[in-house]
Nanobody, 115 residues
Framework: VQLQASGGGLVQAGGSLRLSCAAS????????MAWYRQAPGKPRELVAR???????TYVDAVKGRFTISRDDAKNTVYLQMSSLKPEDTAVYYC??????????WGQGTLVTVSR
């Protein structure tokens, strides 16, 4: 099982990025998917979550700016980030779970937002 995150980079404040998480070795439609992030010196936090039934939730700090979506046919989850702020700078991680049965982390992708 592998979760391959990509799409990070350097962007100016107000800009946009789209992160992708390509899953292999699992059937995405069976999993709840999420994006977490960890800024330097801070704990990892949940950013957005998409359940296997399509319910999405967001941390207040990104509501209205970020959108999580999934393409189960492509086994890929996305995080569209708009109106980026310097405080969005972090390593972003893809995460998959089937409740307490199984939990998977991908490697991170760095997002840097300059002023």
């Amino acid at each position: 099982v592998q979760l391959q995150a990509s799409g990070g980079g350097l962007v100016q404040a107000g800009g946009s990025l789209r992160l992708s998480c390509a899953a292999s070795g699992l059937i995405l439609r069976m999993y709840h998917m999420a994006w977490y992030r960890q800024a330097p010196g801070k704990p990892r936090e949940l950013v957005a979550r998409s359940t296997n039934s399509g319910v999405t939730t967001y941390v207040d700090a990104v509501k209205g700016r970020f959108t999580i979506s999934r393409d189960d046919a492509k086994n890929t989850v996305y995080l569209q980030m708009s109106s980026l702020k310097p405080e969005d700078t972090a390593v972003y991680y893809c995460y998959a779970d089937r409740g307490p049965i199984e939990r998977r982390w991908g490697q991170g992708t760095l997002v840097t937002v300059s002023r």
